[in-house]
């Protein structure tokens, strides 16, 4: 195991590209200078960061690969490509896309130029300590580029684990999407029995009139604190789309960056999370409007139970060259228990003067008026409950940007609550 110290870099950067040494070095320089985030920062608000990164360490042989999740899999049905990445490390990927289509690992086409012309220009280096961390210390990744013009319906699995305990893991996910082409990409975190860090990056784009969809399915393990960072970028007419599912970890956090650069654009960020025990799930949404003529959606909605807290911030910024943009934030969220907490935060920032902007937000338990409803229609009270659950986060699911992870996101919230019932927890 080697520690996140100048020694770990300099093994890191032996052997590879002038270019990648520079990016390492920054980050590693930002690293240093960082202190940990705290409450007192906005970004950070209500969430208390008990956390010593000097406990964790980066591995030099990833661990066991965990059981195949065969159900989610099949739910996907045929797959364009898959990849396995183990405590940040690819063990496996294998393209059925077309010839013209590169799904690799990144350390193996490090000279690409697709490649050199996107790597770590997604989430900033100095984002946090968390990312200036990812920044120095990353190891191997997965790119995906589609060429001008390639459609490719079937998804893209990448399934990121986390395997050896008292592990921190970087796991980076870089997709390219050049004019006029489409991908879909799923994205499964899971981790095994033990205590982990992670904190992967995702950075992606579009080209001009292209379509990337992406698709994350949060499964940590409960002892699992996860710092993931998301950054996408859309050119002229091209539409970036990500889907969120939260279900696992300790601390499962998310940022999310989206930036329209090119007129005509559209970003849309939809998902759904649902904590329970004492997780804390936190979630922290920029769309950044950049162009005119640009749109976005974000829909998320969020349930709570036990001693469970959610956070979401939601920031829309609107640049003065960004006329005619029409953008809408929508935040619903579920609190099932006493103990539970839920922090809902949308912002406007607004500096264009002809727009269409707006946001809805809202907290609160299930509804008594419906309960008496579904009751005088011969329910009792729990499966009453149960069928507002799922109605409450059946929109959501349905908007999920891969249309093969509703049956299987459906089935695992769903036994959430009923679980939860089942113990006389809610």
Same mark, same amino acid.
């Given at each position: 195991?080697?520690?996140?110290?100048?020694?770990?870099?300099?093994?890191?950067?032996?052997?590879?590209?002038?270019?990648?040494?520079?990016?390492?070095?920054?980050?590693?320089?930002?690293?240093?200078?960082?202190?940990?985030?705290?409450?007192?920062?906005?970004?950070?608000?209500?969430?208390?960061?008990?956390?010593?990164?000097?406990?964790?360490?980066?591995?030099?042989?990833?661990?066991?690969?965990?059981?195949?999740?065969?159900?989610?899999?099949?739910?996907?049905?045929?797959?364009?490509?898959?990849?396995?990445?183990?405590?940040?490390?690819?063990?496996?990927?294998?393209?059925?896309?077309?010839?013209?289509?590169?799904?690799?690992?990144?350390?193996?086409?490090?000279?690409?130029?697709?490649?050199?012309?996107?790597?770590?220009?997604?989430?900033?280096?100095?984002?946090?300590?968390?990312?200036?961390?990812?920044?120095?210390?990353?190891?191997?990744?997965?790119?995906?580029?589609?060429?001008?013009?390639?459609?490719?319906?079937?998804?893209?699995?990448?399934?990121?684990?986390?395997?050896?305990?008292?592990?921190?893991?970087?796991?980076?996910?870089?997709?390219?999407?050049?004019?006029?082409?489409?991908?879909?990409?799923?994205?499964?975190?899971?981790?095994?029995?033990?205590?982990?860090? $992670?904190?992967? +990056? !995702?950075?992606? /784009? =579009?080209?001009?009139? @292209?379509?990337?969809?992406?698709?994350? #399915?949060?499964?940590? &393990?409960?002892?699992?604190? $996860?710092?993931? +960072? !998301?950054?996408? /970028? =859309?050119?002229?007419? @091209?539409?970036?789309?990500?889907?969120? #599912?939260?279900?696992? &970890?300790?601390?499962?956090?998310?940022?999310?960056? !989206?930036?329209?650069?090119?007129?005509?654009?559209?970003?849309?960020?939809?998902?759904?999370?649902?904590?329970?025990?004492?997780?804390?799930?936190?979630?922290?949404?920029?769309?950044?409007?950049?162009?005119?003529?640009?749109?976005?959606?974000?829909?998320?909605?969020?349930?709570?139970?036990?001693?469970?807290?959610?956070?979401?911030?939601?920031?829309?910024?609107?640049?003065?060259?960004?006329?005619?943009?029409?953008?809408?934030?929508?935040?619903?969220?579920?609190?099932?228990?006493?103990?539970?907490?839920?922090?809902?935060?949308?912002?406007?920032?607004?500096?264009?003067?002809?727009?269409?902007?707006?946001?809805?937000?809202?907290?609160?338990?299930?509804?008594?008026?419906?309960?008496?409803?579904?009751?005088?229609?011969?329910?009792?009270?729990?499966?009453?409950?149960?069928?507002?659950?799922?109605?409450?986060?059946?929109?959501?699911?349905?908007?999920?940007?891969?249309?093969?992870?509703?049956?299987?996101?459906?089935?695992?919230?769903?036994?959430?609550?009923?679980?939860?019932?089942?113990?006389?927890?809610?």
């Amino acid at each position: 195991m080697l520690a996140l110290d100048k020694g770990t870099l300099e093994r890191l950067v032996a052997d590879t590209p002038d270019w990648v040494a520079t990016l390492r070095a920054e980050g590693f320089r930002q690293f240093e200078a960082m202190d940990m985030p705290t409450q007192l920062e906005e970004v950070w608000r209500y969430v208390d960061l008990d956390l010593d990164l000097g406990d964790f360490a980066v591995v030099e042989t990833p661990g066991s690969r965990l059981p195949e999740d065969k159900v989610f899999v099949a739910g996907l049905g045929d797959l364009a490509g898959r990849a396995v990445v183990v405590d940040g490390v690819p063990i496996e990927v294998v393209s059925d896309a077309p010839a013209n289509v590169t799904f690799a690992a990144t350390s193996s086409i490090l000279d690409d130029p697709q490649l050199r012309s996107i790597y770590g220009t997604g989430v900033p280096v100095g984002l946090d300590k968390f990312a200036a961390a990812h920044h120095a210390f990353g190891g191997d990744g997965v790119f995906l580029f589609l060429p001008k013009g390639t459609a490719v319906a079937e998804p893209f699995l990448i399934d990121v684990q986390s395997s050896t305990p008292d592990s921190v893991s970087f796991p980076r996910i870089t997709l390219l999407v050049d004019d006029g082409a489409d991908a879909n990409v799923v994205i499964h975190y899971r981790s095994g029995d033990g205590t982990f860090l $992670a904190v992967p +990056q !995702v950075e992606g /784009k =579009a080209g001009s009139n @292209a379509r990337l969809r992406v698709a994350g #399915v949060q499964e940590w &393990g409960a002892d699992t604190t $996860a710092i993931a +960072q !998301v950054a996408l /970028k =859309a050119d002229q007419d @091209a539409t970036v789309t990500l889907g969120e #599912v939260g279900v696992g &970890g300790a601390l499962a956090r998310l940022h999310i960056i !989206v930036d329209l650069n090119g007129r005509g654009s559209r970003g849309e960020v939809d998902g759904l999370y649902f904590g329970d025990r004492e997780q804390v799930l936190d979630y922290r949404a920029f769309m950044n409007h950049r162009a005119p003529n640009t749109t976005s959606d974000m829909f998320l909605k969020g349930a709570v139970e036990d001693d469970a807290d959610s956070v979401f911030t939601g920031l829309i910024r609107i640049e003065p060259e960004a006329q005619k943009t029409n953008a809408f934030q929508t935040n619903r969220n579920l609190v099932l228990s006493d103990g539970a907490e839920a922090q809902s935060v949308p912002n406007l920032e607004i500096l264009a003067n002809d727009v269409k902007c707006g946001h809805g937000s809202t907290v609160g338990p299930l509804d008594l008026e419906q309960r008496y409803y579904l009751m005088s229609r011969g329910l009792d009270r729990i499966r009453a409950d149960r069928l507002q659950v799922r109605g409450f986060f059946e929109e959501a699911i349905r908007r999920l940007p891969v249309a093969g992870l509703a049956d299987s996101v459906r089935d695992r919230v769903n036994a959430k609550y009923v679980a939860a019932q089942e113990e006389g927890r809610v």
